[in-house]
């Protein structure tokens, strides 16, 4: 039983030219939704396909940088040591070895401008040399870069020159 | 088309996020951190610093570095608060022309909206350079509370960083909307945020199209920060008890104190006991010293014991005013990193009754509700794409009890997964399909879904033949469950309304007896396999005497036969061992059974011989 098709007489002609209009309009707009979807759908499919190039980007990073967190909790065993006396040491000696196969290299500070990308201030020093302003006037923990990147920026004591007159 | 940068602009500190693929992402800055400190500093060299930076050098240039400038922003310099905050704050400010606020840097003096632009116009950079494309467009987020002329302020950083900004959103709202909760329609929500420096409690109601702000409350000067200094006073105290030295006074000795204290706080979120140890922490007449103690989770509870009751104090006043009962509240979400403790947590649980939300990373979820404003905004996050997860495993009874899952709990739908499975017994000529939803590993202690029964597969020894059986979920969340014999390719399948699954709560419970009885069920599944290798086993073995024939000498017969009953005496044993030990003997016997079949020589061989044969290499005349 087909039950789309109805009865229709002489005097409906009005009736079926609207009903041609409606069914065409229906038309227009399932395939404007059906664009939509289409639309939709590959840009689905391309953010998925992006977010997978991302992920490969960030796995080879990642296994660059991977003993990164464990390297930074080992720089505090590199703080105890030089704190004791000992980074004249074979054991000192032994982990910078190793920290220098992964990369990791100290930060020069003494005597360099002060700079927040490789130094964290801690405190003022008055300095009596104009020259000595905003220069790192004592490293009070050194600081450690990872590759290209800083891993610990060194803890530092900055000179401030107060001019007295 | 571009995309719309959602931004937690946070007192103490900020985030980002986009929306990728449908879902909300944070992004990292271009030091690699997911979160900016909100400070901007002037150096000496007139350098402008942002974030982290700032922060680096915030102590030796405490007049010309800005932060908490969220303070004062959109505030009249009359206001309380602001009297309260001039106080605290190492910079200086000064009512400005029309009533505001003026900051100085370097002897110049700026609005907080400028300053708040320089973080955005920070967090805007380092977004399009993550993305590699352009940022019009952003939805910063503000306080609940906060007025017009604060909102208006915030969108007016917004724009001086260079940004459209497509709305200014609450941000209980925005958390709200991370977990997905504007989809529940009348539900009342409190959402509990206790951030770095302030705690402030939301009562939100959903309604049709909107999420209304019900009550606010809080307290502007009470946060993790607050609980990091309980802790070094009461270490530093201790320690001057013990040694007589008072670390306080020694700057790096202090910093060190400060990391361990705040590293300390995060680990006893889970764990009950921590030490604090920092070798050589100071060093005078009478040699180095070390700090070493051991810190509790009970004692961190006690320091901080005031702070949280000021908390739900609060909580439960506001609640009170927004006309709700505690009951009535259906869902809570927690905002900012110090709800990992795990005292809030039950705290929330005493006070409301039920579990909170809190699987989004809570110094993330409001940036990442902002992203999702932005998508839907944006039409990337349309209503019908807002996907679902299955809550809760789904699979079917296999040999033994066991339930096998076929679909893993928390599954993004619409799904389809296929294994495909065999027969139990010979000449089994139908599989019942037993449909079941929950994490238990016994099928009895799961919740049946449905039953079916697909018949007609040929006789044949068990194991041979090749059902599939296919999970489909379709994004209404109505599960189609089919059986197909691979021989025939007759099917049968049964289709499964989300109605007929379990309730939240009834979800929750069942994740809770999960995690309880992970050992139990594990064992009695071990043992259940066990028993299934060793029926499988004794069916091979004798199959193998039957084929054997009289290949075999009787001897070795008997001992496997021997071996048969011994394992098939176990059907009923409880100790795995038992069953192991019977099995590997009869594996040892059975072996022996192919050792006697291959030594005897081939009789009767009367195939053709084997003869080398000229041949000519047909192909290679031809070039």
């Keep these: 039983m087909d039950d789309d098709v109805e009865i229709i007489n002489e005097g409906d002609e009005e009736t079926f030219k609207d009903k041609l209009k409606k069914l065409k309009d229906e038309l227009k707009a399932a395939k404007s939704e059906r664009d939509d979807y289409l639309a939709g759908w590959q840009r689905a499919k391309a953010d998925f396909i992006n977010a997978r190039k991302d992920e490969e980007r960030a796995r080879t990073e990642f296994a660059k940088f991977a003993a990164e967190g464990i390297l930074l909790e080992m720089l505090k065993v590199a703080d105890s040591l030089e704190l004791a006396g000992e980074s004249s040491g074979p054991i000192y000696a032994q982990l910078r070895e190793i920290f220098k196969e992964h990369g990791v290299v100290p930060v020069e500070s003494q005597g360099k401008k002060f700079n927040p990308l490789e130094h964290e201030a801690l405190e003022e020093k008055e300095v009596l040399d104009e020259k000595e302003d905003n220069v790192v006037a004592e490293e009070l923990q050194k600081g450690w870069r990872i590759y290209d990147r800083i891993l610990r920026p060194a803890k530092v004591k900055v000179g401030v020159y107060k001019n007295k007159n | 088309m571009a995309k719309i940068l959602g931004i937690d602009l946070g007192t103490t500190n900020s985030a980002m996020a986009i929306v990728e693929g449908g879902v909300p992402k944070i992004l990292e800055n271009t030091e690699g951190a997911r979160t900016t400190p909100s400070m901007v500093a002037f150096s000496k060299t007139g350098e402008r610093l942002v974030g982290l930076l700032a922060k680096r050098q915030a102590v030796t240039n405490p007049k010309n570095t800005i932060f908490s400038v969220k303070r004062l922003i959109g505030r009249k310099f009359s206001d309380i608060e602001v009297k309260r905050d001039k106080a605290l704050l190492p910079y200086e400010i000064k009512e400005s022309a029309n009533g505001g606020v003026d900051v100085k840097i370097n002897e110049k003096w700026y609005r907080p909206e400028e300053i708040s632009a320089m973080i955005l116009t920070k967090l805007k950079t ?320 799961n919740k049946t879904l449905g039953r079916f029964i697909l018949d007609g597969i040929p006789p044949s020894p068990r194991g041979l033949p090749q059902v599939e059986v296919s999970f489909d979920i379709d994004a209404n969340g109505i599960l189609s469950v089919k059986a197909k014999d691979k021989a025939t390719n007759k099917e049968q399948s049964i289709r499964i309304e989300a109605s007929t699954g379990l309730s939240k709560d009834e979800i929750e419970k069942m994740k809770r007896d999960a995690e309880l009885h992970a050992e139990d069920d594990k064992k009695k599944k071990e043992l259940v396999e066990a028993k299934n290798r060793a029926d499988a086993l004794v069916y091979t073995a004798e199959k193998s005497l039957r084929d054997a024939g009289d290949k075999v000498e009787q001897p070795i017969k008997d001992e496997v036969n021997q071996k048969i009953e011994a394992l098939k005496k176990l059907k009923d044993a409880e100790d795995i061992s038992e069953i192991k030990n019977a099995e590997t003997a009869l594996a040892q016997a059975l072996s022996k059974i192919g050792e006697a079949m291959y030594k005897k020589p081939p009789e009767d061989d009367k195939g053709p011989d084997v003869k080398d044969t000229d041949f000519k290499d047909v192909d290679g005349d031809k070039k």
């Excluded at chain 2, 977990?179 to 049709?208: A, C, H, M």
């Excluded at chain 2, 705290?347 to 839907?376: C, H, M, S, Y």
């Design chain 2, 126 to 445: 380092d977004a399009e350079a993550k993305l590699g494309e352009k940022i019009e467009e952003a939805i910063i987020t503000v306080p609940a509370y906060f007025d017009d002329a604060q909102r208006q302020a915030t969108k007016a950083a917004g724009e001086i960083a260079g940004f459209s900004v497509r709305r200014i959103l609450n941000e209980p709202t925005a958390a709200a909307l991370a977990y997905g909760l504007n989809k529940k329609k009348n539900e009342k929500i409190v959402v509990y945020d206790y951030g770095g420096g302030t705690f402030d409690l939301s009562v939100l109601e959903i309604g049709d199209d909107t999420i209304e702000v019900r009550a606010t409350g809080g307290d502007t000067h009470l946060g993790g920060d607050d609980f990091d200094q309980k802790i070094i006073q009461y270490i530093a105290v201790e320690f001057k008890k013990e040694s007589g030295v008072d670390v306080t006074r020694d700057v790096l000795a202090l910093q060190r104190l400060k990391e361990t204290a705040e590293k300390a706080k995060h680990e006893l979120s889970t764990t009950v006991e921590t030490e604090i140890n920092i070798p050589f922490i100071t060093s005078d007449a009478s040699g180095p010293r070390h700090l070493l103690m051991k810190f509790t989770r009970a004692k961190l509870e006690e320091l901080v014991g005031d702070y949280l009751n000021r908390s739900f104090e609060i909580t439960k006043k506001v609640v009170d005013d927004s006309g709700f009962k505690m009951q009535e509240i259906d869902e809570i979400v927690l905002v900012g990193g110090q709800t990992r403790m795990p005292a809030i947590v039950e705290g929330i649980k005493k006070l409301f009754g039920k579990e909170p939300n809190r699987t989004i990373n809570p110094d993330e979820v409001v940036a990442l509700g902002a992203a999702v404003q932005g998508g839907i905004l944006q039409g990337d996050v349309k209503d019908v794409l807002l996907l679902d997860v299955t809550p809760l495993s789904l699979g079917i009874e296999t040999l033994g009890g066991v339930m096998t899952k076929i679909i893993e709990k928390n599954t993004t739908v619409p799904v389809a997964r296929a294994q495909v499975f065999s027969t139990a017994a010979d000449n089994q000529t139908s599989v019942e399909i037993h449909v079941l939803q929950g994490e238990r590993e016994m099928a009895r202690d």
